[in-house]
């Protein structure tokens, strides 16, 4: 009740206090006979002529209302969480994506690299041999051995660059 005589000692607005009673309501929920004792005071603070008196029918609206509030704000806030999650899963895909078309561009890089790499060696040794011990390799092993034909490498030493199989 201090809070409530505090609130009318401020001479704020009807809508204001109002909203200030509202507020009491749902911060300190009171027992039936603190509830009782609650509305006679105030039917005592009303008769002094100090503050408006919230009647049964505004408390039983508000009481109404409230539970319709709380599912709406549930309903929203349900919501914002399924958009958030949808543009996480959409992030994601848009991840998985881009990793798939950058292994396809090593791949193709990969391919490009062995082919261009067995040319080389068929036209500098005249074979093919080059051909089934680099098939399977890694990229790493096939660059290598590119560098090395390109630096002048005998067939015998690029064989040494080769893991044993």
């Known amino acids: 009740m201090r809070l409530i005589r ?10 204001e206090v109002r909203h200030w009673y509202r507020y009491f309501v749902w911060l300190l929920p009171l027992s039936p006979a603190a509830r009782a004792e609650y509305y006679r005071q105030l039917a005592l603070m009303a008769q002094e002529g100090k503050m408006e008196f ?7 609206a508000m009481q109404r209302v409230e539970p319709r509030v709380e599912k709406l704000v549930e309903a929203r806030v349900e919501a914002r969480n ?16 881009e990793r798939d078309r950058a292994a396809r561009e090593r791949d193709r890089a990969a ?8 040319k080389l060696a068929r036209a500098r040794f005249g074979t093919d041999e080059l051909r089934g011990l680099l098939v399977g390799q890694t990229p790493a092993v096939v660059e290598a051995v590119s560098d090395a ?10 064989r040494l660059l080769l893991p044993a199989p």
Not at 54 to 60: G, K, M, P, Y
Not at 82 to 94: I, N
Not at 149 to 158: F, P, R
């Open 111 to 118: 391919r490009k690299l062995l082919t261009s790499t067995l």
């Open 149 to 158: 034909l390109d630096a002048g490498a005998s067939l015998d030493e690029i």
């Open 6 to 15: 505090e609130l009318v000692s401020r001479k704020l607005d009807e809508e």
């Open 54 to 60: 919230v009647s049964d029918l505004e408390e039983w």
């Open 82 to 97: 399924m958009k958030a999650l949808a543009a996480v899963a959409q992030e994601r895909d848009l991840v998985a994506q």
